[in-house]
């Protein structure tokens, strides 16, 4: 495995690849890298020849007041989780090397979807996503880049920027992974004191018992109101609580698939998940 910190360096590291048309498979991270990101690496490593992963913290997509400066980065770690699963060149980059040379001029914006969700409570977030990837899928110039749906707003972002500007890559979602007991695996857990973890797990329960909820009828709207109530009670600000088709686009009643929101802090630990859940398996469960 190589670790490239430069754009000529991964260049020159990816030549005898592209050269032999070998497929090349690309996971984009922030590092501090857990079993989510790892998932992600082998995804890669099932269908492509060689792997790339990035770990770069990207400054533009951090808001004022959030946690750029105390975002862990712990590279000699994530090296060795990288060797493990066979990841063949590692690209991390400095803030300079990315976008120290000239200065950007360039903004990318994907309207309507971003609107809403993570986009509403981090303004800029997601420009500052669409701008970081589309430089390393010019950089890279991957035939797959893997996605987790444990951020599905980005996820829905990325498809939409690489269909829109007709990036030549395929991106590839992959399931969210949890701890044990239910938590979805992210880099901020890490901030949780252990009171906090131990409350963390509350959100994926209420999300399996809204599941539960919509699949006996009861009213999407109640369903919502009642994760925001019980994540209170336990010691959570809501951010939101929120339900969409799984395109992004509006829902009100669970009459079809739906997938569901849940933002919350607890302290000063921001933390996301998601459910989706099927129309037909939930009312084929309920009849019977
Ligand atoms: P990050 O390092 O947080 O920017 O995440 C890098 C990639 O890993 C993104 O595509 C995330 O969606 C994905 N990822 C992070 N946590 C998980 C998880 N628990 N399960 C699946 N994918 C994840």
Redesign the pocket.
């Known amino acids: 495995m190589k670790t490239e910190t430069t754009i000529q360096g991964l260049t020159a590291s990816l030549a005898p690849a592209r050269t032999a048309k070998k497929l090349i498979g690309f996971?984009?991270?922030?590092?501090?890298?857990?079993?989510?990101?790892l998932?992600?690496v082998r995804a890669a490593k099932k269908i492509c020849d060689v792997v790339v992963v990035s770990i770069f913290v990207n400054p533009i997509q951090f808001g004022a007041g959030e946690d750029f400066d105390s975002y862990p980065r712990t590279l000699e770690q994530d090296s060795r989780l990288l060797a493990d699963v066979g990841c063949d060149i590692i690209f991390a980059p400095s803030v300079e090397q990315m976008y120290g040379k000239h200065p950007r001029l360039t903004n990318i914006r994907v309207s309507q979807i971003t609107n809403d969700l993570c986009g509403e409570s981090r303004p800029g977030h997601f420009d500052g996503v669409a701008v970081v990837v589309t430089k390393l899928f010019n950089i890279v110039q991957p035939d797959y880049a893997?996605?987790?749906?444990?951020?599905y707003q980005?996820?829905a972002v990325i498809r939409q920027l690489v269909q829109d500007l007709n990036i030549p890559l395929e991106v590839i979602g992959?399931?969210?992974?949890?701890a044990a007991d239910g938590l979805?695996?992210?880099?901020?857990n890490g901030y949780l004191s252990e009171e906090e973890r131990i409350a963390a797990p509350t959100i994926y329960q209420l999300l399996k018992q809204a599941e539960v909820a919509l699949g006996e009828g009861q009213a999407l709207s109640q369903v919502l109101a009642n994760i925001s109530i019980e994540l209170t009670q336990v010691g959570f600000v809501v951010d939101y609580v929120e339900a969409r088709q799984p395109n992004l686009q509006p829902i009100e009643q669970f009459d079809r698939d739906v997938v569901l929101f849940v933002a919350a802090k607890l302290g000063s630990t921001r933390l996301i998940d998601n459910l989706q859940i099927n129309f037909k398996t939930s009312v084929h469960d309920k009849n019977r």
């Open positions: 996971v984009p991270t922030m590092g501090n890298l857990h079993e989510g990101h998932t992600l893997f996605f987790g749906q444990k951020d980005q996820l992959v399931p969210i992974v949890r979805a695996l992210s880099s901020r």
